[in-house]
């Protein structure tokens, strides 16, 4: 993809910058990458940005050689992040040669990939704060697009609410961007999520679309009847139609997991207590209460809900064998920059840095 002309530096020296960013959750799920590279999504997707957990990152450019530092949760990231850290950080340097080596430090306050997101709002959260301390000023779309170069979730978690990705026409990639769809404060809904294991998955997503659309005889299926889920979203969201809602994004969950399930060899993302959760959650909506579920490539089990349900909800997801916390969060902001006054975990050393 081109990123200029529109791009352009805004001036001053490069610096250091800190950013926040929260995880999203896909209601229409993305599944699936196009051929030809640019990590542009086979489908779009219609996500919740949530509020309850958050990523915070710090990126300082030294201006000197060398490799670049990053540390996960106060430990060294491992190589596969390192070296997806390291390409976002290498497509903003085209635009400043001399920025040397980045020292980039990132923390999570829920568990790190375990089906929570986090590579959405980690990447999201890296994406901004590089942008500031590199002294540059995107687009809208070329902030997306280098999210989503560098993980297909992330640019949803550049904007807060109910988000749409779009997969997009163009051979470069440049309209497979993200777009608001409705602000956060507009549908005050709840996402209770069901945390069941928080160890990091064994196949990541992206290993899972590709064995997924390599091997599964339902991957054309998926495909084709996407783009009637993502009008039956839109249309949710925009009349806020709770059962409407919750009718097509437990079918675009189950149909994902199918997907996923008829891989071969499979690829089972559920534990019991994952059914359990799905079981509970269909019983209370026959009870009356505004609940439906979703579930990522993990074990967790997100039920969105009314404030209505909300006690409901929770009383029933915590009597559940296996269940072992809960996570109640509201819809969310999109990523922004810290101010300079603002704690943020992430960065502690590089901030004790730059202010010596
Ligand atoms: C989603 N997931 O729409 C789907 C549902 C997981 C299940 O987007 O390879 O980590 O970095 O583009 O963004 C997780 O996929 O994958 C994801 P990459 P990513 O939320």
């Known amino acids: 993809m081109t990123h200029s002309p529109r791009s352009s530096r805004a001036g001053g020296t490069l610096g250091q910058a800190c950013a926040v960013a929260h995880p999203n959750i896909a209601l229409v799920k993305y599944w699936g990458k196009k051929d030809g590279g640019g990590n542009r999504p086979a489908v779009g997707s219609i996500s919740m940005t ?56 990132s923390v999570n306050d829920f568990p790190t990939g375990a089906g929570l997101a986090s590579s959405a709002s980690g990447f999201a959260a890296l994406l901004v704060a590089a942008e500031a301390a590199l002294g540059l000023r995107l687009s809208e779309d070329e902030r997306s697009c280098l999210a989503r170069e560098a993980s297909g979730s992330a640019p949803r ?27 956060p404060a507009d549908w005050p809904l709840h996402v209770v999520v069901a945390v069941i294991r928080e160890e990091e998955k064994e196949i990541g997503s992206g290993e899972g679309m590709r064995r997924s659309f390599a091997t599964s005889p339902y991957a054309a299926a998926w495909v084709s009847s996407h783009p009637a889920d993502l009008v039956e979203a839109r249309e949710a969201i925009r009349h806020h139609d709770f059962s409407r809602l919750a009718a097509v994004s437990e079918a675009s969950c189950l149909k994902m997991h199918a997907l996923a399930m008829s891989a071969r060899p499979g690829l089972l993302y559920w534990r019991g207590a994952t059914v359990e959760a799905l079981h509970e959650i269909v019983a209370l909506r026959r009870g009356g209460h505004e609940v439906f579920f979703t579930v990522d490539a993990g074990p967790q089990v997100k039920a969105v809900c009314t404030s209505e349900a909300l006690a409901a909800v ?43």
């Open 50 to 105: 949530l509020n309850g957990m958050a990523t915070q990152t710090c990126v300082r450019f030294t201006g000197s050689g060398g490799d670049d530092r990053i540390r996960l949760g106060g430990a060294e990231a491992d190589a596969n992040t390192h070296r997806r850290v390291r390409a976002l950080l290498d497509r903003l340097r085209r635009y400043v040669p001399d920025a040397g080596a980045a020292e980039v430090e």
């Open 157 to 183: 978690s550049l904007y807060g609410g109910f988000v749409e990705m779009s997969t997009g026409q163009s051979p470069d990639g440049s309209d497979a961007v993200a777009r608001p769809l409705l602000p």
């Open 314 to 356: 929770r009383e029933r997801l915590l009597s559940i064998a296996g269940v072992r916390r809960l996570i109640v969060c509201r819809l969310g902001e999109g990523a922004r920059l810290l101010a300079p006054e603002e704690p943020c975990a992430g960065g502690r050393d590089v901030r004790r840095k730059v202010n010596q």
